[in-house]
């Protein structure tokens, strides 16, 4: 009777069924108590971990009870999936190479993922300025490795392209059902990052003292580049050159005498005409008239 009273005989007294089928997805061996899957398969992303209650009879009718705990490992078995299927960007054009620009985010419930990105080249224009790589946070950061130019009106329009993410490193490209793609569409917006652009930098002249007060000396015209070609120009002397206040600068860029020449008080002056855009922070150019000053005889 003892050896018949120690033979344990083990049951799940509280099982766990597959809301599909309706069948109970765990068993046990009744002689061993080794626990296994009835049905296949177990899904991690939807179920982590179940709780069964087992139940260990020995040969005199005595039960003990307990409960077990199953943690679902994780295979990376989900497809990653980028969270838009198109990125709408607006940058600016004087950004900073290799400063990331927006992070893609994917959605993925695996746990063993090893994301890796790339951009598909020639899958569109400008896709060779930039790269995208991958984050801490499991997302690919996009970065520019180009400088971009607004005011190359072919950059102006934008660009747009194709990047890709695979979930798995070890057979990246060769595997779809690990892979997705999306579009990125980058526009971008004009700095202030071109100073007026002078047609004449440097003008040379000789002139008698006794030049008459409004005499036209030179022209120094500008054109700016920012805000596609119409950004406006102010012209200045800088005070610093001219300390006798001589010269004046109209808005067309033109210099003329604003007070008589004193050859005998100074034979020379390099005055600086300075070209100001309207830009924030304004950018400026200056240009620069050479003056010699010839006598008359006047004292």
């Known amino acids: 009777m003892e050896g018949t009273n120690a033979v344990l005989t083990y049951s799940v007294e509280k099982n766990v069924i597959d809301e599909h089928t309706g069948q109970p997805i765990f068993t046990i061996d ?6 296994s899957t009835a049905l296949c398969c177990l899904d991690r992303e939807r179920t982590p971990f179940y709780a069964i209650q087992v139940v260990a009879s020995d040969g005199g009718g005595l039960k003990g009870t307990g409960t077990v705990l199953v943690t679902v490992g994780d295979e990376n078995d989900v497809s990653p999936k980028f969270s838009r299927p198109e990125w709408l960007l607006t940058v600016h054009e004087s950004v900073h190479l290799n400063t990331t ?3 893609l985010t994917l959605d993925d419930p695996d746990i063993t993922n090893n994301f890796v990105f790339r951009i598909l080249a020639d899958s569109g224009y400008g896709w060779e300025r930039f790269r995208l790589v991958g984050s801490d946070q499991g997302s690919g950061a996009l970065q520019a490795v180009k400088s971009l130019d607004y005011e190359d009106p072919i950059q102006r329009q934008g660009f747009r392209f194709k990047v890709q993410v695979s979930d798995k490193a070890a057979g990246r490209w060769e595997e779809e059902e690990h892979m997705d793609t ?3 569409v980058v526009a971008l917006l004009d700095d202030n990052d071109n100073a007026p652009d002078l047609s004449t ?3 040379h002249l000789t002139l008698s003292e006794d030049t008459p007060i409004g005499h036209s000396l030179a022209t120094f015209t500008a054109t700016d580049k920012d805000q596609e070609g119409k950004d406006e120009v102010r012209y200045t002397i800088d005070p610093s050159s001219d300390p006798f206040r001589l010269f004046a600068v109209d808005s067309t860029g033109q210099v003329h005498l604003r007070r008589q020449l004193d050859r005998e008080a100074a034979e020379r002056h390099v005055v600086h005409i300075l070209a100001v855009d309207s830009g924030v922070p304004a950018r400026t150019s200056t240009a620069t008239l050479l003056l010699t000053v010839t006598d008359v005889n006047d004292n």
Not at 30 to 35: P, Q
Request: charged fraction near 5%; proline fraction near 0%; charge should be positive.
């Open 30 to 35: 009744a002689h061993t108590g080794r626990i």
């Open 101 to 103: 620009l927006a992070f």
């Open 182 to 184: 999306t579009w990125v």
């Open 201 to 203: 930098h440097t003008s």
